[in-house]
């Protein structure tokens, strides 16, 4: 049976139990999490569709490409620290945890500083890559620099839940991501729909909601801070470099898997846009749906991550492994729930973002299309936690590079171009891009070289 650490009762022992329960119930508030996040982030969506239009989609997607860059950097390096953490949680080293805890924030919150003063410096520059339309570019401006400005908040709130769910604790981010979603939506209502402010009222509702949720993780991390030696004082707030140079080798790849990725869809939306306003809207809307429609196999690669790290630092190899196939299962069950949708209601599922007639038509072809995206999410996300959890950053790098670029990419330049398949090639060509590196991730689980290998907790 769960285990509970008594001391502050932060944590949950995920190495004894029935593994498929216990991956289930400590994947379930990680899936309601990102349920939650990707549905007050439709909520945008959906006022900007409803209240402004076309215009103002193009624009909240377009301006929004740049918080969609400096997320994965935030929940990369919150991965990082969420496996370490993980290893020594399930190695039994806690003081080491403390320590952790203190370098991840200090790291993180600094970093993201830097980032976003970036981002809001460099934001023409930005939006002209992006090839955004000439109408949407004033909505895109401004949530560009609106949204770029809360990213301490992001940042803060992503190294609070990556040091809880290595701990094996995943039901505060949830409690975290309701109060932003409340917040959210408040605030959208207010601006949005009664003040009529557009994308700005978008972007400083999405502001407001991450300073939420970063707002309750402080109070969390203050109220169990007897558990993380937690002080508000500076020397508490200092790095230790021998884990800061283990986050960072773990964290450097999986944020450049990520921002590969994000690269390979900032490719693929600034391809799309430029087929004209239609196809940005389809795109724009196609994109916010898919990554819904994927929250439930994310969620449950998420938390396997953690229950291999724990299992492989406390040396329980066949158990980490078992972990690895009941976590496909069930993310496969979850993408066939997905594509049965998006084959039997495709019109009515984009009839809710947009009431444009023409982008919801060409929506049917996005999501059927897409139905291959959620099965090679499934089976890959399943077998890269295993990846992850064994702290294996260079194979991390490989899939980073062929799912981000060299497939997504390639296979989009094969589809639009070699068989002249103009935008519906582009959608077919990102679908499609997943398959290779699912079979390389599958390949090392069979090999059997992760029980071998040497954990980040022995370095």
């Given amino acids: 049976m769960e285990q509970k650490v008594s001391k502050g009762n932060v944590g949950t022992n995920l190495t004894e139990g029935p593994i498929l329960k216990g991956l289930i119930v400590f994947a379930l508030p990680i899936v309601l999490t990102n349920l939650v996040q990707q549905l007050y982030s439709l909520v945008d969506v959906i006022a900007i569709g409803q209240f402004v239009g076309s215009i103002g989609t193009v624009g909240v997607n377009t301006g929004g490409e740049v918080a969609d860059m400096l ?3 935030a929940m990369g390096f919150s991965a990082a620290g969420q496996i370490y953490i993980a290893q020594l949680f399930g190695a039994k080293e806690e003081q ?3 320590k952790t805890v203190g370098t991840l924030l200090t790291f ?7 980032l976003g003063l970036g981002a809001i410096l460099l934001s023409q520059q930005i939006l002209q890559l992006l090839n955004c339309p000439e109408e949407a570019l004033q909505a895109a401006t401004v949530y560009l620099i609106i949204t770029a400005a809360g990213t301490p908040f992001v940042f803060g709130y992503n190294a609070v839940c990556g040091i809880l769910r290595g701990m094996g604790e995943s039901k505060w981010p949830l409690y975290f991501i309701l109060v932003a979603a409340g917040v959210n939506i408040v605030f959208d209502v207010i601006l949005v729909a009664v003040f009529q402010m557009g994308a700005a009222g978008t972007a400083i509702a999405t502001v407001a909601s991450q300073f939420g949720s970063f707002a309750a993780a402080f109070a969390f991390m203050w109220s169990k801070r007897e558990r993380f030696d937690f002080e508000l004082k500076l020397s508490y707030f200092k790095i230790d470099m021998d884990i800061l140079k283990v986050l960072i080798r773990l964290g450097i790849p999986q944020v450049t898997r990520s921002l590969l990725v994000r690269v390979g869809m900032l490719w693929v939306n600034a391809s799309a846009n430029s087929y004209g306003l239609v196809v940005s809207a389809t795109n ?7 990554k819904f429609l994927e929250v439930f196999i994310q ?24 972990t690895t196939l009941c ?3 069930s993310a496969v069950v979850c993408a066939a729930a997905s594509a049965a949708l998006c084959l039997l209601f495709p019109h009515q599922i984009f009839a809710l973002l947009t009431t444009d007639e023409e982008v919801i038509a060409l929506g049917a072809t996005f999501l059927r299309i897409f139905c291959i995206h959620f099965f090679a999410s499934a089976i890959t996300g399943s077998f890269q936690a295993m990846v992850t959890g064994c702290g294996f950053v260079e194979l991390g790098f490989v899939l980073g590079t062929l799912d981000g670029v060299i497939c997504k990419i390639g296979l989009g330049l094969l589809f639009m171009n070699v068989f002249q398949m103009g935008y519906i090639g582009l959608w077919w060509g990102v679908a499609c891009s997943r398959i290779l590196p699912g079979c390389i991730c599958i390949g090392y689980y069979i090999s ?3 029980k071998t290998r040497k954990l980040l907790t022995e370095k």
């Fill in 299 to 322: 969620g449950i690669d998420t938390a396997s991550a953690s229950m291999v790290g724990q299992n492989l630092g406390a040396k329980k190899v066949e158990r980490a492994g078992k």
């Fill in 71 to 73: 997320s994965p950097v």
């Fill in 327 to 329: 976590t496909a299962a």
């Fill in 108 to 114: 993180m919150l600094g970093l993201s500083v830097i």
């Fill in 448 to 450: 059997g070289k992760w």
């Fill in 284 to 290: 724009s809307v196609g994109n916010k749906l898919q």
């Fill in 96 to 98: 080491k945890v403390k």
